[in-house]
């Protein structure tokens, strides 16, 4: 894990298992710029003309923070990656005794480009000031290798928007069956709709459960890519897939157009949301 013209000794303190001083407590932020270069992502920012410069943000003891700007000016601008990660342990749920796993839990992810532009065909998603990187995947990834060696047996995530969910749905499962059966629900009957158009109406409270008529309120829950062979049979089991299709079957949702035209285009509604300028997903 060191480069080739790196010092043997000097390469021994780019990675650490404790002090407050390491991402993590693990890495130092020679041994991240390290890492990313290894795994293609610096190269990936170079190709888009960026000059990546990585600082960590260590001052909360349980949530650290990972940021790449460009040029090293760090406002966000000119952030192209932001990351929040913390050491944490799920729970099974209906599990007696109880099983824990502990997991690197994603509590924040942005991937921007500031130098892009949004479009007709590429639009701004909820909490999105700037178009996407790509480079989800190969974040992804990189996370997946981190909490290996780590030695976490999951890597979690919380999505705050439907779409972050919908990014993950094809490696990520919700922790709890009921929700995972809502999200399939939510992408059937609005599989004639467009993503953005999908999560800002759910953002904007215009997602509206059929049966009870009231709006569906989105909640950022575990969405877990599991790692061990206990946590993939949990997911596998027949009773887990037996309550996703059935909530699947239960739950129906539709789109109230007329509200959502009338609120996307009130700027007092539009002004009420939270902007980051992040999407912790693309």
């Known amino acids: ?11 021994a303190g780019l990675f650490r298992h404790h002090g407050t001083e390491y991402y993590l407590g693990y890495y130092t932020r020679s041994g991240f710029v390290h890492v990313l270069e290894q795994y293609g992502i610096f190269g990936l920012l170079r190709d888009r003309g960026y000059d990546p410069k990585v600082s960590f943000d260590l001052s909360d003891p349980f949530e650290h923070v ?58 701004p998603m909820p909490d999105q000031s700037y178009p996407g990187l790509g480079l989800a995947r190969e974040m ?8 290996e060696r780590l030695g976490k047996r999951a890597l979690v995530n919380r999505p705050m928007n439907l779409h972050n969910a919908r990014y993950y749905h094809h490696k990520f499962h919700f922790l ?26 759910m953002q904007l409270g215009c997602v509206v459960d059929t049966h009870s008529g009231e709006p569906f309120r989105w909640e950022g ?10 946590l993939r049979a949990y997911f596998d089991d027949i009773e887990y897939r037996r309550q996703v299709w059935a909530t699947a079957r239960e739950k129906h949702y539709e789109i109230d157009w007329e509200q959502f035209r009338q609120r996307i ?15 912790n997903a693309r």
């Open 1 to 11: 894990m060191r480069a080739p013209d790196e010092d043997p000794a000097e390469a």
């Open 66 to 123: 990972l940021r790449i700007h460009d040029a090293g000016i760090e406002d966000r601008d000119h952030l192209l990656i932001e990351v929040a990660l913390r050491p944490s342990v799920i729970e099974l749920p209906g599990q007696n005794p109880p099983q824990h796993f502990d997991v690197l839990l994603v509590l924040w992810l942005c991937l921007q480009d500031p130098r892009g532009s949004f479009s007709l065909r590429k639009p």
């Open 140 to 147: 992804m990834e990189l996370l997946v290798l981190m909490a």
């Open 176 to 201: 709890d069956p009921r929700m995972e059966g809502r999200l399939a629900a939510i992408l059937r009957d609005t599989e004639d709709t467009s993503l953005a158009d999908a999560s800002w109406a």
């Open 221 to 230: 829950k575990e969405q877990v890519f599991p790692m061990c062979d206990e």
């Open 265 to 279: 285009q009130d700027p007092s509604v539009m002004a009420s949301l939270t902007t980051s300028g992040c999407c």
